[in-house]
Nanobody
Framework: VQLQASGGGLVQAGGSLRLSCAAS????????MGWFRQAPGKEREFVAG????????RYSDSVKGRFTISRDNAKNTVYLQMNSLKPEDTTVYYC??????????????????WGQGTQVTVSS
């Protein structure tokens, strides 16, 4: 599976962005998907995850209520809608695929495939 993340950019605090992650291959619907972020010098942090069916989602406490993860298996794409953005959300965001599709795991080491990252910058 190859993943291509897009949608990052510069936005003012309180604004919104929608990240997309397009996957190649026919097996996208079998993977759980996650969004992570990583600031320079810090560990990669779980942001949100969604099971292969799309019925179950999970969020980190720092984004709960502001971000929404969704997926369209017909389009091989997973999304991260980010609302009420804060300057502390500024960093690079990555999408990832986990072959354990029925569970959402927060440890980035459990994921099998990664996109290249997209920069999100929130100005105050």
């Amino acid at each position: 599976v190859q993943l291509q993340a897009s949608g990052g950019g510069l936005v003012q605090a309180g604004g919104s962005l929608r990240l997309s992650c397009a996957a190649s291959g026919r097996t996208f619907s079998t993977y759980a998907m996650g969004w992570f972020r990583q600031a320079p010098g810090k560990e990669r942090e779980f942001v949100a995850g969604i099971t292969r069916s799309g019925y179950v989602t999970r969020y980190s406490d720092s984004v709960k209520g502001r971000f929404t993860i969704s997926r369209d298996n017909a389009k091989n794409t997973v999304y991260l809608q980010m609302n009420s953005l804060k300057p502390e959300d500024t960093t690079v965001y990555y999408c990832a695929a986990d072959r354990v599709g029925w569970s959402i795991r927060e440890d980035p080491r459990e994921y099998d495939y990664w996109g290249q990252g997209t920069q999100v910058t929130v100005s105050s």
